[in-house]
């Protein structure tokens, strides 16, 4: 199999398996709160990734030994928060609407490179990031007749979880280059799982045991979905690979219809055009770095 055909099968099976998992709270019916489904998951991947460590032969010291135990707590709580925000969103309204803003976070990560790491943004860059902007707007205002898209839950969180995705990414980047994998997946679960914990706890529902198994399938896959990702990165370069995550929009309408009924409007479809469009605008050219 050709290597760009095989990365773009990797990535369309990563892009697939993160939104089964934050379509996770609408598919069983929204009966679970969403600070219960990501604790959940975490924990889920916690277990995993504990087991696959000490099976590669990492020992415990090796796992938790760090100098960078903040970012690493920073990134939990982006991580976590995104997790929640999006789910709670897809509460509600469309899913497949919730995975057009939740492409926004190319936007994002411009504005934090931008913002944080003082690089400069050329005029490709400006205009694709208005053009992102106003795919949102098209989305967010095209369902505007419906009373929760009116009172804006649903965009308000799914625009949180874009922009809380973006800084997690943006820490990833910076660990990634200074810390073991081992060390940066138990983090991050860990401190996960700290820091869901009592929200998670306060809002608990009781489950039954199917229910439960169900959502702790949600850990390994979400791992997966990272391995997939790391697959398709070492075949083909991010400028090829960035486009097929925006068939998240087809994959949540296709999941959004087979299990609610939902019809994806005109709106929808228009806003993420302009979103990919704006997003395929931004990884032709990054910010450039101040000389």
Known sequence: MPPRLAAALWALAATLTFTLVYSSGKLIGGIVPAFQIVLIRY????????IAARATGHSWRQMVSTERR????????????????????????????????GLTQGLFLVLLAVLVLREHLSWRQAL????????????VRGEASTAEFALGIGPAFAL?????????VTLLKFLSMRESTAAMIVHVNGFALLILGVPALWYAVPMDPVLLAGLCVLGPMALAGQWFNVQGYRLADAAFLAPFSYAA??????????????????STWLGALLIAGGGLLLIQRGPRKPA
């Open 70 to 101: 903040s970012l690493h707590f920073l990134r939990a709580l982006c991580g976590a928060g995104a997790g929640v925000a999006t789910i709670y969103a897809t509460f509600h309204m469309p899913l497949a609407d919730a995975a057009a803003l």
């Open 160 to 168: 949180l979880g874009a922009f809380l995705v973006a800084s997690e």
């Open 249 to 266: 929009v087809l994959f949540s309408a296709v999941i959004g219809f087979a299990a609610q009924g939902e019809v994806p409007g005109p």
């Open 128 to 139: 694709a990031t208005l053009v992102c902007a106003g795919g949102a707007l098209v989305i």
């Open 43 to 50: 924990a889920s991947g916690f277990v995993v990734a504990l």
